[in-house]
């Protein structure tokens, strides 16, 4: 059975992004740099999941682990 990730956030993270580059997202919910992965997932079932900016500019990262659209905020935290 999976174990739902941590929640770390209720709302989405803003960040400003850079096209082409790749960006790391907490996928365990147990990371202090929230929305990216620090190592915390070490001993979970989770593994950051890997992102490439596709242009530069602002995007909103799930903080709740609950997106259907990781990295980004679909809208799921509003139902938690
Ligand atoms: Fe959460 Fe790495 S710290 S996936």
């Not at 740099?33 to 999941?49: A, L, N, V």
């Not at 659209?69 to 139902?79: E, F, L, V």
Request: net charge positive; with cysteine.
């Amino acid at each position: 059975m999976t174990k739902q990730p941590h929640i770390a956030g209720n709302q989405p993270i803003p960040v400003e992004v850079e096209e082409g580059k790749m960006y790391w997202w907490c996928a365990c919910g147990l990371s202090k740099r929230q929305p990216f992965c620090d190592g915390s997932h070490k001993g979970t079932e989770f593994t950051p999941q890997g992102w490439e900016a596709p242009k530069t500019g602002k995007v909103f990262f799930c903080a709740c682990k609950r997106t259907g659209k990781s990295p980004m905020c679909d809208g799921s935290h509003n139902a938690l």
